[in-house]
């Protein structure tokens, strides 16, 4: 790609960047939420239309107008949002567009059954093609966007973010995946907000920062210090950032929930001030614990205390009267409604203060969203501009300060930095330190051990629907977490 660039309305999204990839290599592609990265393989997939720059494939100019143009050149993209129809079957996932049909010239779901199992068994995937995508964890999902990559045949594959949803195992299935198409002279694009992975996966790098091209590296000569700086345009200290108080009070108990998935009761203990780390591997609960405890899902058995009291009736509509709130783990499908702007989404959650009697206060609205761009440095054009629009960090912003605005005592965090940058990753992890330095009470659910090592008082270990253990900070080490977190204390 020579030269591409790229504008929208008011924002100059690409500007000369050139990329290389050759066959059967993996080039990293790096950059904070807003550099450019997605803008840059959407021009190569076909879905944006470069105003300046060609593309080359084989030292041939190539025009990739449209979707189906560059899966024919042997483009193909594993999303980092899924891009899965749910009540389609894993087989018609894979082959949509390009149904498989029999000697009759008719579609034919035997057909794709068949070929289908041959792409599932690459990815090491062992689910029937006739199952429903609705009825696989967001894991396997992954892992079938994966196995429709290979059934295009593909020259160049682009990964964007394909571990954010894999357990410990489907990753290291995905990076055997990598290698084996690096053996059939596949190049691949990787994006990662992980450098772990970039340096275990990539043979180049290439940095990407304000929609122009910073550095380009060879894996073996860079480091994470000068990958970051190139990110970020400083020296980036303290990425964890964390001043240790002394906890308060009990803020929440959850004594021996349960329901139709915990049938072991679930119980702990959170402290005004403290941050207390859920962690475990996909589909051991912790996600679905936090909505039990918000009665998203019906409880069989059981208490909840907040602040010394029993409440027996706590839901998603009266939570935030207890001083609850959640910030969810999808922020696209269920933290933000990306159409509206900052300010309608930042102000949703406390319509009450300043609608009243059928009268909008807008002076009131106003110090609300100013207030949670203010606090949160949300980087943002306007109060007024789309959500949809900002950076990855940068919605992530939004969701906390809609929930802020709420004036929450106990708040719950659920994979607060998922696709989010460095950069952007530190700033949260700034915002978290200051609320529990303030005395919130803070849950914080996360499937990066790193996180909950460097930011977390305390960390429940989750296997199998249940509560494994709660160590101590005094306690935590990578291999005692991943002890209990793969069942070794059973």
Not at 208 to 225: A, I, L, Q
Not at 406 to 432: C, F, H, M, Q, S
Not at 475 to 488: P, T, V
């Amino acid at each position: 790609m020579v030269n591409i660039s790229k504008s929208f309305p008011g924002v100059k999204a690409l500007e000369n960047v050139s990329i290389d990839l050759q066959e059967g290599s993996v080039l990293g592609l790096l950059g904070e939420n807003g550099a450019g990265k997605s803008t840059l393989m959407n021009v190569l997939g076909g879905i944006y239309k470069p105003d300046a720059g060609k593309i080359y494939i084989e030292d041939k100019e190539v025009s990739i107008n449209s979707v189906q143009a560059a899966q024919h050149l042997g483009i193909a993209f594993i999303h980092q949002e899924l891009a899965l129809v749910p009540y389609l079957s894993v087989a018609e996932n894979i082959f949509l567009g390009r149904e498989r049909k029999n000697r009759a010239g008719m579609v034919s779901r035997n057909v794709m059954y068949r070929d289908a199992k041959e792409y599932l068994r690459i990815v090491g995937l062992d689910i029937e093609p006739s199952r429903k995508i609705s009825r696989l964890s967001t894991g396997q999902q992954q892992m079938v966007e994966i196995a429709k990559a290979f059934s295009l045949n593909a020259r160049i594959v682009v990964m964007d973010e394909p571990t954010s949803s894999l357990s410990e195992k489907e990753v290291a299935v995905l990076f055997k995946t990598v290698r084996e198409l690096q053996k059939r002279k596949i190049g691949i694009i990787y994006i990662s907000h992980k450098l772990s992975e970039i340096f275990e996966l990539t043979d180049r790098v290439i940095v990407m920062r304000d929609g122009c091209f910073v550095g380009d590296r060879k894996t073996t000569e860079t480091n994470s210090d000068d990958l970051i700086h190139m990110m970020v345009g400083r020296e980036l200290k303290n990425y964890y950032v964390r001043t240790y108080n002394t906890p308060g009070d009990t803020a929440l108990a959850v004594k021996d929930v349960t329901s139709a998935r915990f049938k072991k009761g679930c119980s702990f203990t959170l402290r005004k001030g403290e941050i207390l780390g859920f962690y475990g591997l996909i589909g051991a609960g912790r996600s679905e614990l936090m909505e039990l405890i918000l009665g998203f899902d019906k409880r069989t058995g059981g208490e909840i205390d907040v602040f010394g009291k029993k409440v027996d009736k706590l839901n998603p509509q009266n939570c935030h009267r207890y001083g609850l709130a959640l910030v969810p783990e999808n922020r696209k499908t269920q933290g933000l409604i990306l159409e509206n702007s900052v300010a309608f989404n930042t102000s949703l959650a406390v319509v009450h203060k300043f609608i009243r009697h059928l009268h909008i206060y807008r002076g009131q609205e106003r110090e609300i969203v100013s207030n949670g761009i203010r606090s949160m440095d949300i980087k943002t054009p306007s109060s007024e501009q789309r959500v949809a629009n900002l950076s990855g960090g940068n919605q992530q912003k939004v969701v906390l300060a809609k929930w802020l605005a709420t004036n929450p005592k106990i708040l719950i965090l659920d994979e607060p930095t998922r696709g989010i940058d460095v950069g952007a990753k530190a700033e949260i992890y700034k915002i978290i330190n200051d609320l529990a330095a303030k005395g919130l009470a803070v849950i914080m659910v996360s499937s990066e051990l790193n996180e909950i090592l460097n930011i977390c008082d305390r960390a429940a270990i989750m296997w199998e629907n249940k509560i494994a253990t709660i160590l101590d900070k005094s306690e935590f080490s990578q291999d005692n977490i991943l002890k209990y977190a793969l069942g070794g204390n059973e």
